[in-house]
């Protein structure tokens, strides 16, 4: 049996797409741990990102140097072309990492949902019917997932104006201290964190064969900028806004639209909540949709619609065992957070295959390169 | 295949509408046990809590709405254990998402702050806006005077928004409270409320004042004129009336209503020490001029008044200054965070000796008062006085 996946290629807008990364990215920032992130609080975290959003640009040449080689293809199909070999163990780290993420949202959820919101609800059935509803989006495909991302960026972005109008009269510029303050080290530490904490990056390097026309670079564009002025922004928020009290909060950008009620909306809160739902469902949906592919690339699509039920169950394994077991849960973390997915897959893979890419060409063309070396 | 993807399909349905179920875990009404205000004692070792507890009287179909408030009290080695034994008198779970205020008894402040706030700052129902004041004596008899007949939860909710209105009272908000104490050396302030006896033996809450803490412990309390004093050191202060004698041999009196007061504090290093510049700039009417033969005020008259109003503001903030942060060397104006800002190296290097800091600062005040409403009446003389 096909998914709807393998019986078309899904196409979608990159404007779309764009909205489905930020969307993705901004579940992170919503349910913010500072425990789990490794990331530094305060003035930093916003040089840090002014920072990282340029670094990220250096680290990324090569991917873009690399896919402008092949238009309409992704990452994983580039690595497939260039060596059998080397698409097959890029198919098994896409689809670890896409597994791990996903894997990872739901724990998210699973712990903020239990903790902050309703603390007395069971871990496991909160767990069970978030997973069953990711199953049914993933059944749905891409396209359905981006359209909804649209509609509900859109919702995200209204919302947010409205906290940021209610937050207005907490904001306390004492608490701005120069970000330079626990030295150059920590912000070029914090910055490198931008990077490696931006696994979007991978879905992009994935889905990009799904775009209507061959424009990745504008969709990073898109997505890398407006995500880093919300980050700036939200950074800013939570400085001003938190201070240090910020330090004793589990979940500081939650705390923010607690505080952001107004007399009208009392407690804000329950908005953002309901949004922020729709917005772990779409994060959750990308990974484990991307996660069913590469498994397909794998095992050559024989399982069709099992796949994804399969990668289902395992994702809900995962992260009943990693609430339940906190440990894990900071392992998982750890494991995005130290930079091997960002570094191994958006770093040195390009660089592999633009190596491999090279050795190809001197090998047609021994004569012209030998040439060309003499010149 | 078909028969199985028919499981799954129907698991999906099955699954799918406990979504929306609404609340998980929902309790209702009847069922929980809603705090409207909480005070802190100390009793020994144990936590002492005294709840307020909000008691709907309306039935279903009633239009009146009328309510009857509870005492609760237990005790409990920390406050979550005292807060469990709540649940022995009617089995109720405890609900904290309406509580507005906080009420912290003077030896819970003695004992330390943290204590006392952590459990309100890790529950999820409490609000960051959460209200805390502190008692002078028991918590309790502050939560008990709300009880009586006649007073409703609210009215100390009006009292401490008319005495913000007022300038009698800061912003110290959990979030607020919390914020100083996690700060390098800022501190808490806290406002002090009392009761008192009205004639008829009925309890009344009275603001009498402002408790201020260092290391997160009561240290000293405040005057009225104290706390204002440092309301408008560190820029908290909405409206403030005050009361100058000027003229020839002081004889006549005027009262100034300011309502825009603004604060600004900039650090600055002279010869390796820090100076703090305070310059405050206040806006007011005249609200009341009396002289001995007369009243009201002349256009003429007013330079005069705005000096003697500055003149009092300065002395007001020096004696509070001199008193909180010179002697008792408790930081509740937030100057070491002003350092911190402006010049963070000399912090760094000094942040460990603190009270050093404070006897090497110096502060410079400046006030800046305008006063361009002479107020409706006119400068005129008793009759008897014209005759003569």
């Known amino acids: 049996m096909l998914t709807n996946e393998q019986i078309r290629v899904p196409q979608i807008k990159a404007a779309q797409l764009s909205a489905l990364l930020i969307l993705s990215r901004m579940f992170i920032i919503l349910i913010f741990l500072p425990n789990t992130h490794h990331s530094v609080g305060g003035s930093v975290a916003i040089l840090s990102i002014i920072v990282g959003f340029f670094l990220t640009f250096l680290v990324m040449i090569p991917l873009f140097f690399l896919l402008r080689q092949y238009p309409g293809m992704n990452l994983q199909q580039v690595a497939k072309q260039l060596s059998p070999g080397v698409g097959r163990f890029s198919a098994a780290a896409f689809y670890l990492v896409c597994i791990v993420v996903a894997s990872e949202t739901v724990a998210q959820f699973t712990l903020f949902l239990t903790s902050a919101v309703y603390p007395q609800a069971s871990t496991f059935w909160v767990g069970i019917i978030f997973c069953a509803s990711v199953l049914y989006l993933v059944f749905l495909g891409l396209e359905a997932i981006s359209r909804m991302s649209v509609i509900l960026l859109a919702a995200t972005i209204l919302s947010s104006l409205l906290v940021g109008l209610g937050l207005w009269r907490f904001v306390d510029t004492l608490n701005l201290i120069s970000p330079l303050y626990e030295g150059i080290g920590t912000v070029l530490y914090s910055s490198s964190l931008y990077f490696t904490q931006n696994i979007e990056l991978i879905a992009l390097a994935l889905l990009l064969s799904n775009l209507r026309t061959p424009s990745g670079k504008g969709v990073f564009l898109r997505y890398h900028s407006i995500v880093s002025i919300i980050l700036v922004l939200v950074s800013f928020a939570a400085v001003t806004v938190l201070g240090s009290y910020g330090e004793t909060r589990n979940f500081p950008i939650y705390t923010l639209f607690i505080l952001s009620g107004s007399n009208v909306y009392y407690r804000f809160d329950y908005i953002v909540v309901a949004i922020w739902v729709a917005v772990s469902l779409v994060r959750a949906a990308v990974y484990l949709l991307l996660a069913t592919r590469m498994l397909g690339e794998l095992m050559g699509y024989r399982w069709g619609k099992w796949m994804m039920a399969v990668n289902g169950i395992l994702v809900l394994l995962i992260s009943t065992v990693s609430v339940r077991y906190i440990k894990l849960f900071q392992g998982i973390y750890q494991f995005l957070a130290s930079g091997i997915p960002m570094y191994g897959l958006l770093v040195l893979l390009p660089l592999l295959l633009l190596f491999l890419r090279w050795r190809q060409d001197k090998n047609q063309n021994p004569k012209q390169l030998s040439e060309g070396e003499k010149a | 295949m078909r028969k199985i993807s028919g499981i799954f ?380």
């Not at chain 2, 604060?263 to 001995?292: C, M, N, W, Y």
């Not at chain 2, 008259?301 to 001199?322: C, M």
């Open chain 2, 9 to 388: 399909l129907a698991l999906l349905i099955v699954l799918l509408p406990l979504c929306l179920t609404g609340c998980m875990n929902a309790a209702e009404l009847k069922e929980r046990t809603i705090i409207k205000m909480v005070g802190v004692d100390m009793d020994g070792e144990e936590y002492l809590l005294t709840m307020l507890q909000f008691s709907p009287q309306a039935q279903s179909g009633e239009k009146t709405s009328e309510s009857q408030s509870l005492v609760i009290q237990t005790k409990g080695r920390s406050i979550s254990e005292a807060v469990d034994q709540v649940s022995h008198y009617n089995g109720n779970k405890v609900f904290f998402g309406n509580s507005s205020f906080l009420v912290v008894g003077e030896k819970a402040a003695e004992q330390g702050l943290e204590g006392v706030l952590n459990f309100f700052n890790s529950n999820h129902e409490v609000s960051p806006e959460l209200y805390v004041v502190m008692a002078q004596g028991q918590a309790e008899e502050v939560i008990r005077a709300q009880s009586g007949e006649g007073s409703t939860p609210t009215q100390l909710k009006s009292m401490v928004q008319q005495g913000q209105k007022n300038g009698l009272l800061g912003r110290p908000t959990l979030k607020d409270v919390m914020n100083r104490l996690q700060s390098d050396r800022a501190e808490p302030y806290l406002p002090l409320i009392e009761t008192v006896s009205s004639e008829n033996e009925e309890k009344k809450l009275k603001i009498s004042g402002m408790a201020v803490f260092r290391d997160g412990k009561l240290k000293d309390t405040l005057s009225i004129e104290e706390a204002k004093g440092v309301l408008w050191a560190t820029d908290e202060l909405a409206r403030a009336i005050i009361t100058v004698d000027f003229g020839e041999d002081k004889a006549s009196r005027a009262s100034v209503e300011l309502d825009n007061s603004k604060t600004k504090a900039k650090v600055r290093l002279e010869r390796g020490k820090p100076v703090l510049d305070l310059s405050i700039q206040s806006e007011g009417s005249v609200h009341e001029v009396s002289f001995d033969r007369g009243g009201g005020t002349e256009i003429g008259e007013l330079e005069e008044i705005q000096n003697e109003v500055a003149g009092q503001i300065k002395e007001t903030v020096q004696h509070t200054i001199d008193k909180v942060l010179l002697e008792e060397k408790c930081d509740v104006f937030r100057y070491s965070e002003f350092i911190k800002k402006y010049e963070p190296e000399y912090w760094k290097e000094n942040q460990q000796d603190w009270d050093k800091v404070i006897d090497q600062m110096t502060i410079n005040i400046s006030v800046d008062c305008r006063i361009d409403h002479p107020g409706l009446e006119s400068k005129h003389f008793q009759v008897d006085s014209k005759a003569t």
